[in-house]
């Protein structure tokens, strides 16, 4: 037993409430339970009880012995001078004044225990797996609603946080999300860096040169490094030197990788992608702000890098012929993870509500993410078919299931209370 759990199990009041008594041998009925306090003080506030033939008024406190209000210096503490009930689990020991004490190590069901023990205790995908089919798909549309709210709020709050480093530059803040995007699990550090380490109005002033971009971000994943054998990566290297002198740019030092990667992702073609972006889209920002068709924003993504790369995946090495296209999932995955976050912050700080909801709306409309965390969701019932469900299943699992909160999350409640 824990004390989440007895403040659980009183708050449904999941317990034998027939011929209650205190401790101390008074009858003792439950009006009011009491509001669950999330704040200091008791744990329930303003609760009635019936004590004998008289009514009482005040708060209920929640501990596992009775001995945990003098371990807890409640009697010293004014904000615990109107408690009118003490409910405990074991009853130890009768702390001062006498206080009206309710013991229900007795008067809980043991199904409810065990399902808490079982869901506490097994290495299952979730604690509530083998229970899990018998949630109601309302009950769970619910909960995967409070979390893509959960999440684009924690998305927004890291947007936010960028912008009050760099001015309120929107655009900027977009250009770093959107490097990290390309980059991907593995190499997101790495790339945010680099466009980091470039100040943005170099990228700016550069635009029209693809090739000059290219060297500034190969440049500075020290990609350019070495001996050169081709012309083009000759003539980069040379242009990323006179550039690094003249602006004097920082070192990044997050290094690119390779490994375990197909060919399509290696970091040099995603950062030739990522060059030819800026090249023909100069104000990205402010066209996704104006833009409300999903499809027009997928357009500005299908990206091709230039010719050089249809023939090589590194630097000095040439292939067969093959272009270097963004794919559709890529594209999507650089919506939910980079655009959505920034439309819908910006949407939040201008109290905008019609361009939160399209963001929403976006994520509604792009296609569920492959990934083993919706997959397992799927083989236990839940329906993933957009973006929005498989990111608020995300967000699910690695913040309630991964940390077994199950008492708060609707779901595990629900499931918990068998009824």
């Known amino acids: 037993m824990?004390?989440?759990?007895?403040?659980?199990?009183?708050q449904h009041q999941l317990f034998n409430k027939q011929g209650l008594t205190t401790v101390?041998?008074?009858?003792?009925?439950i009006l009011d339970r009491g509001i669950f306090n999330t704040n200091q003080g008791p744990d329930f506030l303003n609760g009635r009880v019936r004590l004998q033939n008289t009514t009482w008024a005040g708060h209920i406190e929640i501990h596992i012995k009775g001995s945990d209000w003098n371990r807890h210096e409640h009697s010293s503490d004014r904000n615990y001078d109107n408690v009118i009930l003490h409910v405990v689990w074991d009853n130890d020991v009768l702390i001062p004044r006498e206080m009206p004490t309710l013991m229900l190590e007795d008067r809980v069901s043991t199904v409810v225990l065990e399902r808490y023990r079982g869901m506490m205790h097994r290495n299952l995908f979730i604690p509530c797996e083998n229970l899990f089919n018998q949630a109601e798909p309302g009950q769970i549309d619910r909960m995967i609603n409070r979390m893509m709210k959960v999440r684009l709020d924690?998305?927004?709050?890291?947007?936010?946080?960028?912008l009050n480093g760099n001015g309120r530059h929107w655009e900027e803040v977009l250009w770093w999300m959107t490097a990290r995007s390309f980059g991907g699990n593995i190499n997101g550090d790495a790339f945010e860096s680099i466009a980091r380490s470039i100040p943005y109005q170099v990228i700016a002033r550069h635009r029209a040169q693809i090739h000059q971009l290219e060297c500034l971000l190969l440049g500075q994943a020290d990609l350019l490094s070495g001996s050169m054998e081709d012309q083009y990566a000759i003539m980069l290297q040379k242009e990323y030197q006179f550039l690094?002198?003249?602006?004097?740019?920082?070192?990044?030092?997050?290094?690119?990788?390779?490994?375990?990667?197909?060919?399509?992702?290696?970091?040099?073609?995603?950062?030739?992608?990522?060059?030819?972006?800026m090249h023909i889209n100069p104000h990205l920002f402010a066209i996704i702000l104006q833009e409300e068709s999903l499809k027009a924003i997928s357009k500005l993504f299908e990206i091709t890098a230039n010719d050089y790369w249809?023939?090589?995946?590194?630097?000095?090495?040439?292939?067969?012929?093959?272009?270097?296209?963004t794919g559709t999932a890529f594209i999507q995955s650089i919506i939910v993870n980079?655009?959505?976050?920034?439309?819908?912050c910006y949407g939040r700080e201008?109290?905008?509500?019609?361009?939160?909801?399209?963001?929403?709306?976006?994520?509604?409309?792009?296609?569920?993410?492959?990934?083993?965390i919706a997959s397992r969701f799927q083989q236990l019932g839940m329906t993933i078919d957009n973006a929005f469900k498989s990111q608020g299943a995300l967000e699910?699992?690695?913040?309630?299931?991964?940390q077994k909160l199950c008492l708060q999350c609707t779901i595990g409640k629900k499931l918990l209370a068998f009824n």
């Open 244 to 277: 690094l002198r003249k602006y004097k740019l920082n070192s990044n030092r997050i290094p690119v990788h390779f490994l375990r990667m197909r060919p399509q992702n290696f970091p040099t073609i995603r950062l030739a992608q990522l060059a030819m972006l």
């Open 154 to 162: 924690r998305k927004a709050d890291h947007v936010l946080q960028l």
């Open 24 to 29: 101390q041998g008074h009858t003792l009925e």
């Open 338 to 344: 980079a655009v959505i976050p920034v439309l819908y």
């Open 2 to 10: 824990n004390e989440l759990l007895l403040q659980y199990i009183w």
């Open 350 to 372: 201008q109290r905008d509500a019609a361009m939160m909801d399209r963001a929403c709306n976006w994520l509604t409309q792009l296609p569920a993410e492959r990934n083993t």
């Open 310 to 325: 249809h023939y090589h995946y590194r630097m000095n090495e040439s292939t067969p012929m093959n272009e270097k296209s």
């Open 396 to 402: 699910l699992k690695h913040t309630y299931c991964d």
